[in-house]
């Protein structure tokens, strides 16, 4: 089945430092969702995005699905960016639309 | 638009006993998934409906575990002769109905089973 495979596990930074996310995955992906959450806090999905690069704010995500990777570029890192960062990705099997989860990176913005 | 509600937000229960949990989907969602969150498991797939009918329920335990979705405005999740491994945040999530839709999730449910 897809396996979702994120690096690195953590990151640690100053604020205003950039951060780039790795998300790779075994199989191919038509699905794939980009997702912030805060200790405690319910999953927010940051960006859709199964091909190509989406911009919003100080966030960018870029998916090259022949490549089966993605990444989610964070430019001047606040503190308010930390919390956890997942990548989701579909089965691609049967039309099912669940999505299998990568483990996360923790990111931790210190001022 | 209020988003995926998910209520209890808190449940504790004895071990054996029953839990049920509830989820609203966004209006005019038709598909709705169920996802656990653990520490040790991270998470974890359940099942889903779309427009209400059961599509894929892989992720389910096979025993003590169900799901329905009576109306397209609520579905549950429940389970039975609850068990300390059952211990987790119990996610809810919708998305339109069409290929490749986002999926937007609730708060979830934090299920504590003594």
């Known amino acids: 089945g897809q396996q979702v495979q994120q690096s690195p596990a953590s990151l640690v930074l100053q604020e205003g430092e950039n951060a780039e996310l790795q998300c790779n995955f075994s199989?191919?992906?038509?699905?794939l969702q980009w997702f912030y959450q805060h200790p405690g806090g319910r999953l927010v999905s940051l960006f859709y995005?199964?091909?190509g690069t989406k911009h919003t704010g100080r966030l960018t995500s870029t998916t090259v699905t022949n490549e089966r990777r993605s990444s989610l570029h964070i430019s001047s890192s606040q503190t308010t960016d930390s919390g956890t960062y997942f990548c989701?990705?579909?089965?691609?099997?049967?039309?099912?639309?669940?999505?299998?989860f990568g483990e996360g990176t923790k990111l931790t913005v210190s001022s | 638009n209020a988003g995926v509600i998910q209520t209890p937000r808190h449940k504790v229960t004895g071990k054996g006993q029953e839990a049920t949990l509830w989820c609203e989907p966004i209006?005019?969602?038709?598909?709705v998934f169920w996802y656990r969150q653990t520490i040790v498991q991270g998470l974890e797939f359940l099942t889903y409906?779309?427009?209400?009918?059961?599509?894929?329920d892989s992720g389910m335990p096979k025993e003590r575990f169900s799901a329905q979705m009576p109306n397209q405005s609520h579905s549950t999740l429940k389970i039975q002769s609850t068990q300390p491994q059952d211990s987790a945040v119990y996610l809810c999530?919708?998305?339109?109905?069409?290929?490749?839709?986002?999926?937007?999730f609730g708060p979830g449910t934090r299920l504590t089973v003594l």
């Open positions: 199989s191919t992906a038509t699905r």
């Open positions: 409906f779309r427009n209400q009918a059961p599509i894929d």
């Open positions: 209006s005019g969602h038709s598909a």
């Open positions: 999530a919708s998305s339109l109905d069409r290929n490749y839709a986002e999926q937007f």
């Open positions: 989701a990705i579909d089965q691609n099997q049967g039309g099912s639309a669940k999505l299998i």
């Open positions: 995005n199964p091909s």
